[in-house]
């Protein structure tokens, strides 16, 4: 069973952590970026068996887990793997930006690898490339310091760019970004496609063919069974 820890960064009242007005003229908060990803993640890993999934942070947003805490539910729990998703600052109104994946300052390399097909996956996705010179980022940053497992930080965009708030605050983005941190954890956790079986609309009726191209002793046997099971009534021979 893969284990992973999701965060979505800050809660609905951080002070500053907004897009910028003159941009959104709703000044969007970041934990509602950050929490449609991480909602977006969630719901597109119900499509797969083999893992479990712990939100760290209050899904709701009306309270401020602190990140000491959300690491130690991490930790004690057992995550596998920790993924926080944030949104950045500090482009003022210019324009670039863009995603970047942070780990740790000292990371092994299963985290490394982490950070580079995130990364990559997410660029693939949704093109927002931006003009950072180092997007593969290391920091010392405290969810990726106090965590046990593999952990890495995206920045999925600037909240003051011209070029990102138009994409960032898009349905369809989130939608990619989620789109591609799924199919990493997919991968990389093993994670399999879950089986659908579809159950029969109430009240139909569905003729069954025995025997057709089968051996007529292994239709026999079959007929056979059926009746014994009660279902006599349905045969025609
Ligand atoms: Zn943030």
Same mark, same amino acid.
């Given at each position: 069973?893969?284990?992973? @820890?999701?965060? %979505?960064?800050?809660? $609905? &009242?951080?002070?500053?952590?907004?897009? !910028?007005? +003159?941009?959104?003229?709703? /000044?969007?908060?970041?934990?509602?970026?950050?929490?449609?990803?991480?909602?977006?993640?969630?719901?597109?890993?119900?499509?797969?068996?083999?893992?479990?999934?712990?939100?760290?942070?209050?899904?709701?947003?009306?309270?401020?887990?602190?990140?000491?805490?959300?690491?130690?539910?991490?930790?004690?729990?057992?995550?596998?793997?920790?993924?926080?998703?944030?949104?950045?600052?500090?482009?003022?109104?210019?324009?670039?930006?863009?995603?970047?994946?942070?780990?740790?300052?000292?990371?092994?390399?299963?985290?490394?690898?982490?950070?580079?097909?995130?990364?990559? @996956?997410?660029? %693939?996705?949704?093109? $927002? &490339?931006?003009?950072?010179?180092?997007? !593969?980022? +290391?920091?010392?940053?405290? /969810?990726?310091?106090?965590?046990?497992?593999?952990?890495?930080?995206?920045?999925?965009?600037?909240?003051?760019?011209?070029?990102?708030?138009?994409?960032?605050?898009?349905?369809?983005?989130?939608?990619?970004?989620?789109?591609?941190?799924?199919?990493?954890?997919?991968?990389?956790?093993?994670?399999?496609?879950?089986?659908?079986?579809?159950?029969?609309?109430?009240?139909?009726?569905?003729?069954?063919?025995?025997?057709?191209?089968?051996?007529?002793?292994?239709?026999?046997?079959?007929?056979?069974?059926?009746?014994?099971?009660?279902?006599?009534?349905?045969?025609?021979?």
């Amino acid at each position: 069973m893969f284990k992973i @820890a999701l965060s %979505a960064g800050h809660y $609905l &009242k951080t002070a500053g952590k907004r897009c !910028l007005k +003159k941009l959104d003229k709703n /000044e969007t908060r970041e934990w509602v970026l950050n929490d449609r990803i991480c909602d977006k993640i969630e719901e597109k890993l119900k499509a797969y068996d083999g893992y479990q999934l712990l939100r760290v942070d209050d899904t709701t947003g009306a309270t401020d887990v602190s990140i000491a805490n959300r690491c130690k539910k991490a930790n004690s729990w057992g995550a596998d793997f920790y993924l926080s998703i944030h949104h950045n600052a500090g482009i003022n109104g210019g324009t670039g930006g863009g995603v970047v994946a942070y780990t740790y300052t000292n990371v092994d390399v299963k985290t490394a690898s982490w950070q580079k097909e995130l990364y990559d @996956a997410i660029i %693939a996705k949704t093109g $927002l &490339k931006g003009n950072r010179s180092t997007p !593969l980022a +290391k920091a010392n940053l405290a /969810e990726c310091r106090l965590t046990n497992m593999a952990a890495v930080l995206l920045e999925c965009g600037f909240m003051d760019s011209a070029t990102d708030v138009p994409v960032i605050l898009t349905e369809e983005y989130a939608d990619k970004l989620a789109t591609a941190c799924v199919e990493v954890i997919v991968k990389k956790g093993k994670l399999t496609k879950k089986v659908v079986v579809e159950q029969p609309t109430t009240g139909a009726v569905y003729r069954v063919q025995v025997g057709a191209y089968s051996v007529k002793a292994n239709a026999e046997k079959l007929v056979e069974s059926l009746k014994k099971d009660g279902y006599d009534a349905y045969i025609t021979t």
